[in-house]
């Protein structure tokens, strides 16, 4: 290889480095954390009942983006910061199918905010192929274990469409991107 091949080579790393930087920034910042507390509103109408429970496990993005935007910050390799990227992205996964086995288990509406993190996780930022995929799997697998582990449970019925939904929004933002 020519060394004005690997100075291009090396500027576009350096360039995919910094964008996948400051989407993740972006993201943890003016995402997860207003619509974390946006959906409270939700959790008041649909979990009365849970929500000062509902509040604190919500409150856990607050922390997560905190620690996430600061360590991002400070990585200088594209796969350090994805690894932070993709642990930012299985806190707001988790915390939503936390959310939703308390709300209801896997026939409650509350898995469609997995879709959500699908659809930003996969459009939005700029990760490599393995990442992207590796961070698809991080948001539906607990759900989806979830599921099968409280299978004798009534509302396999309203599973399956739930899935149906699920899988499509992760071939969109598959093909999307």
């Known amino acids: 290889m020519e060394p004005s091949e690997q100075k291009i080579l090396e500027l576009r790393r350096r ?12 993201s943890s910042s003016w995402l997860s954390l207003p619509l974390f507390s946006l959906f409270v509103i939700a959790d008041y109408f649909y979990a009365r ?7 604190c ?26 690894a ?16 939703t086995f308390l709300a209801g288990g896997k026939v409650s509406a509350y898995y469609a905010g997995l879709n959500l993190c699908a659809i930003s996780a996969g459009s939005f930022i700029p990760w490599t192929s393995a990442f992207l995929a590796g961070n698809i799997a991080l948001i539906y697998a607990p759900f989806f ?6 299978w004798v449970k009534p509302g396999n019925h309203i599973f399956f469409p739930n899935s149906f939904f699920i899988v ?6 598959l093909v999307v991107r």
């Open 15 to 26: 360039e995919r480095t910094k964008e996948l930087r400051y989407f993740i920034l972006i």
């Open 49 to 55: 009942d849970k929500l000062l429970l509902f509040i």
């Open 57 to 82: 496990i919500r409150a856990v993005i607050f922390p997560s983006c905190l620690l996430v935007n600061t360590a991002v910050k400070r990585c200088r390799s594209l796969f350090a910061i994805q």
């Open 84 to 99: 932070w990227g993709a642990f930012y992205v299985f806190i707001n996964a988790i915390l939503i199918t936390v959310l």
């Open 145 to 150: 274990c979830l599921s099968f582990l409280s």
């Open 168 to 173: 499509s929004t992760g071939i969109i933002t």
